[in-house]
């Protein structure tokens, strides 16, 4: 993914609305109003946030009669664990074998054997 | 779980990331500084590291090779900033596969306890850098199952 993709899929989740929002999303589609519902917050705000979401992939926007239905798009969360677990993934297994190194030389300590 | 945690803040040139372990600090500081402990943790275990130099000390240069089981090579560099000590470790660090784009890491270790936290500061020069960076520089070629997306939500809500 493309630096400034990620950074525009950064930006839109750094808000716990816009989190609260995809999450909702995760049970299905849903309409301004619904997703306003659980929230203090008008409706416009909440638009404001589907906006944001829809520039940064995030979801995608449709009409059913008089209502806009939004939808989550899963590709862009992805690409951005994919991201993340990688360098994660890295520091997990080096950080494993140094706990296994410091084992390995405070039992050579304890022996008597100093490495 | 996870025991390594990592935080990348959107919009912040930064990386930080905490562990803790179960030796005291001068052991641990002896691992992260001499380069025949440090080849034996250093990256996954696929990959073998090859210190080119290690000169621990102000001013001092570094530069280590990891090779994949592939043949392929990735060198890094970069110069120790100050006495590097159990309180900190403050050094350059570059990619040579992306040169020109230099980071500046600060490494701290608190012992409590009998056990250290090691705590990792990386700051970029930009946050397209940093982005770049875990994006590629430490690319393994891994393919990454997809992951479930509530967990992923769930994650991204702690992180």
């Given at each position: 993914m493309a630096a400034d993709r990620l950074s525009l899929v950064f930006g839109a989740l750094a808000d716990p609305t816009r989190r609260a929002i995809l999450t909702r999303l995760t049970e299905g589609e849903a309409t301004v109003a619904e997703l306003a519902?659980?929230?203090?917050?008008?409706q416009p705000a909440i638009s404001r946030h589907l906006k944001v979401l829809e520039a940064a992939g995030l979801i995608s926007r449709s009409r059913r009669a008089t209502a806009r239905l939004s939808r989550l798009e899963a590709e862009p969360l992805r690409e951005v664990t994919t991201w993340l677990a990688r360098y994660q993934r890295f520091w997990d297994e080096s950080h494993e074998r140094l706990d296994d190194l410091l084992a390995a030389l405070q039992a050579a300590d304890q022996g008597g054997h100093n490495e | 779980m996870s025991k390594t945690e990592i935080t990348a803040e959107p919009g912040i040139p930064l990386i930080v990331m905490t562990r803790d372990f179960d030796a005291p600090r001068d052991l641990v500081f002896r691992a992260y500084t001499e380069p025949q402990l440090l080849v034996r943790w250093?990256?996954?275990?696929d990959l073998t590291t090859t210190v080119?130099?290690?000169?621990?000390?102000?001013?001092g240069r570094w530069r280590y090779v990891q090779r994949d089981p592939e043949g392929n090579e990735h060198g890094f560099h970069g110069v120790f900033h100050g006495a590097p000590s159990p309180e900190a470790i403050v050094q350059t660090f570059e990619y040579e596969g992306v040169p020109g784009h230099v980071m500046l890491e600060t490494t701290t270790f608190e012992e409590r306890g009998g056990t250290t936290l090691v705590r990792t500061v990386s700051s970029f020069q930009s946050v397209a850098d940093r982005d770049g960076m875990v994006a590629s520089g430490m690319e393994r070629g891994v393919h990454e199952g997809d992951e479930r997306l509530c967990e992923l939500l769930a994650r991204l809500q702690v992180g």
């Open positions: 519902a659980p929230f203090r917050v008008s | 250093l990256g996954p275990r080119d130099r290690y000169d621990v000390r102000d001013g």
